[in-house]
């Protein structure tokens, strides 16, 4: 069992910045292959970033590339993620996911989640 807890969200104005964590615990956590998803309203849930389990491979979507930042993990209980010149369109609810296939988190649904986290940019 692994549980996640996400904080750092707010309201941000655009081209600011905001750093994610997500606390994790459980018993194999450092097994698991993290991500960060979000959801805007009226949207469906998208795949943002992904770092595996050693923290020596990360993953982003095109949308977010050169802008945000996955780290940490390494077996540790906290994963990040940077956000650097926001926008408007990052508005969302961001999630953290862990899952044991770091093909699932990159592209599937993860076994775990978090109860999510609201990042507002305001133009």
């Known amino acids: 069992q692994v549980q996640l807890v996400e904080s750092g969200g707010g309201v941000v104005q655009a081209g600011g910045s905001l750093r994610l964590s997500c606390a994790a615990s459980g018993r194999t956590f450092s097994t698991y292959h993290m991500g960060w998803f979000r959801q805007a309203p009226g949207k469906e849930r998208e795949f943002v970033a992904a770092i595996n389990w050693s923290g020596s491979n990360t993953y982003y979507a095109d949308s977010v590339k050169d802008r945000f930042t996955i780290s940490g993990h390494n077996a540790k209980n906290t994963v990040y993620l940077q956000m650097n010149s926001l926008k408007p369109e990052d508005t969302a609810v961001y999630y953290c996911?862990?899952?044991?296939?770091?093909?699932?988190?990159?592209?599937?649904?993860?076994?775990?989640w978090g109860q999510g986290t609201q990042v507002t940019v305001s133009s």
């Open positions: 996911a862990a899952d044991r296939s770091i093909t699932v988190v990159r592209t599937g649904i993860p076994r775990y």
